[in-house]
């Protein structure tokens, strides 16, 4: 029988008139795996502050293992979070840092902090200062610090993100060490090919909202369907307009592209329209990634109405 560990009801954040993340609900089992995917700016990293009591909710509950993190802060002890970029204390040491920042958790035995480092290849490090790591290494030590404290909930904010080749599988291994032992995981990454791992749920967001919440296997059922063409313009309603009215082909609207399904002669031509038209296209494909691909398919056909102002500019 699983155990709920996590539940968001309802969560936004408003700081000074504006949503970081807005009427946010999911929940997760002790255990699973979380993806959460979306542009830079749409309410990721947001997310897991306000998860990790880092950001004041606005509205709405956090409930950890049933205990609602406002009235029972105590909780939050059993949460852990890696940011990215990690913040540290740039002139004291590694280990400085680790047994300091590691202090409440009463997981700051030195033994402990060693093993938690040789995990991540920076056991070698540990008496250097943090003003002289590189960013991956930061990055490593941020992780080896989540791990250290042994969690019930590991946040994970772009957990690969620009670490080398020989780093990444000793990340991935952690974490499904991890959750082996029952911690359950959220991860964040702005694209799906960057998360090395099967997750058990996908969370897409846009516009600091949860556009949509998949399983394992409803994600791989929607990335497999069909895949756009597309023309990134400045006005991609009026150019949606032309191209349905001009080629009779259905389209949909994807931050500043334009998508439809068409093969590379149409493709072509379209462009090709559109600089007749005198219409700059900045850059004209198809979606290869398969988070750009999942949008895609989640986003809705094109309604056109009225663009007599775009028409005009």
């Known amino acids: 029988m699983s155990e709920n560990l996590l539940n968001v ?20 089992e002790k255990g699973e795996c979380v993806a959460v995917i979306g542009e830079d700016k749409s309410g990721k990293t947001s997310l897991i502050k306000a998860i990790s009591g880092s950001l004041p909710i606005s509205a709405g509950q956090v409930f950890i293992e049933n205990h609602d993190i406002f009235f029972d802060k105590k ?4 949460v852990s979070t890696c940011f990215d970029p990690p913040i540290f204390f740039k002139y004291q040491t590694v280990m400085e840092n680790m047994q300091y920042l590691s202090t409440l958790s009463e997981a700051n035995d030195k033994l402990e ?6 995990k991540f290849n920076l056991a070698h490090k540990m008496n250097t200062k943090v003003k002289k790591l590189t ?7 941020s992780l080896a610090l989540g791990f250290l404290t042994k969690p019930h909930l590991i946040l994970l904010d772009e957990p690969f993100k620009n670490l080398p080749p020989e780093n990444l599988e000793n990340v991935k291994n952690a974490i499904e060490k991890i959750r082996q032992n029952g911690t359950s995981v959220i991860l964040t990454s702005t694209c ?7 997750c058990d749920k996908y969370i897409f967001m846009e516009d600091r909202e949860i556009k949509k919440l998949l ?36 389209v949909k609207i994807l931050d500043k592209r334009v998508l439809f399904e068409s093969d590379e002669d149409v493709t072509s031509k379209i462009v090709q ?10 850059r004209a494909g198809f979606l290869s990634k398969k988070a750009e691909k999942v949008f895609a398919n989640l986003t809705p056909y094109f309604k056109p109405e009225p663009l007599e102002k775009e028409e005009d500019a």
């Open 113 to 118: 902090i060693i093993k938690a480092l040789e």
């Open 9 to 28: 009801k309802n969560m936004s954040v408003l700081i000074k008139d504006r949503f970081l993340v807005k009427n946010i609900s999911f929940s997760m």
């Open 215 to 250: 399983s394992r296997e409803e994600m791989e059922k929607i990335a497999e369907g069909p895949t756009y063409a597309f023309v990134k313009v400045k006005y991609p309603h009026y150019v949606g307009k032309l191209i349905m009215q001009n080629f009779s082909l259905p």
């Open 192 to 198: 799906l090919e960057n998360i090395k791992l099967d």
């Open 273 to 282: 329209f559109l600089s007749e038209k005198k219409l700059s296209v900045y």
């Open 75 to 78: 909780i939050l002890s059993k």
């Open 135 to 141: 960013y991956f290494e930061k990055k490593l030590m």
